[in-house]
């Protein structure tokens, strides 16, 4: 910092900043930002350096606490963003493979194919299951992303159990 005193001192310079940490006596840190200036007289002879000191240690952490929200507020959206891309990319042939599997399903009840219907009434059951959970997920998304209201719902337990079941066969 002494080249920056010189550097007023000989006219190079009208004000020099620099920006510090100092450790306080409890081991912490400081952070201040002082400015030196040269005060001349009119024949431009330094007479006095003045110089302020501020400290800024808690406009620092307040200017990174802004930074983190700002990136966690931009992380957000790209999550909400990706998921629901996400959602729809996976929906779309999700949708396409339950109505195909209807339509086999059909045409193996009219043949009388029982085992064939069980299978596919068990496929349709597991798309339709996972159709669910990607609009569950989406769901939560939107409500994460403050865009939808959860709204408490009474279920019937048996009939969940019963589809969980159905889901593991």
């Not at 190079?12 to 200036?37: F, H, K, P, W």
């Not at 790209?78 to 729809?88: C, D, I, L, N, T």
């Not at 496929?123 to 989406?138: D, V």
């Given at each position: 910092h002494w080249v920056a005193a010189r550097q007023l001192i000989q006219g190079q310079e009208a004000i020099v900043t620099r920006q510090m940490r100092l450790l306080r006596a409890d081991g912490s840190y400081l952070t201040v930002r002082a400015s030196l200036s040269p005060l001349r007289d009119p024949a431009g002879s330094v007479l006095r350096l003045v110089g302020v000191v501020e400290d800024i240690t808690e406009h620092l952490r307040l200017a990174e606490s802004e930074r983190a929200r700002d990136a966690a507020e931009?992380?957000?959206?790209?999550?909400?963003?990706?998921?629901?891309?996400?959602?729809?990319?996976?929906?779309?042939?999700?949708?396409?493979?339950?109505?195909?599997?209807?339509?086999?399903?059909?045409?193996?009840?009219?043949?009388?194919?029982?085992?064939?219907?069980?299978?596919?009434?068990?496929?349709?059951?597991?798309?339709?299951?996972?159709?669910?959970?990607?609009?569950?997920?989406?769901?939560?998304?939107?409500?994460?992303?403050?865009?939808?209201?959860?709204?408490?719902?009474k279920f019937d337990p048996m009939e969940m159990l019963e589809d969980l079941i159905e889901t593991v066969r």
């Amino acid at each position: 910092h002494w080249v920056a005193a010189r550097q007023l001192i000989q006219g190079q310079e009208a004000i020099v900043t620099r920006q510090m940490r100092l450790l306080r006596a409890d081991g912490s840190y400081l952070t201040v930002r002082a400015s030196l200036s040269p005060l001349r007289d009119p024949a431009g002879s330094v007479l006095r350096l003045v110089g302020v000191v501020e400290d800024i240690t808690e406009h620092l952490r307040l200017a990174e606490s802004e930074r983190a929200r700002d990136a966690a507020e931009a992380s957000s959206h790209a999550k909400s963003e990706f998921v629901s891309r996400m959602s729809h990319e996976l929906r779309t042939p999700l949708n396409a493979i339950i109505g195909y599997a209807e339509m086999l399903q059909e045409d193996a009840e009219d043949n009388g194919d029982d085992r064939t219907v069980q299978d596919l009434n068990r496929i349709l059951t597991a798309a339709k299951h996972l159709l669910s959970l990607i609009g569950e997920i989406l769901d939560l998304s939107k409500i994460e992303a403050g865009r939808m209201e959860a709204i408490p719902a009474k279920f019937d337990p048996m009939e969940m159990l019963e589809d969980l079941i159905e889901t593991v066969r």
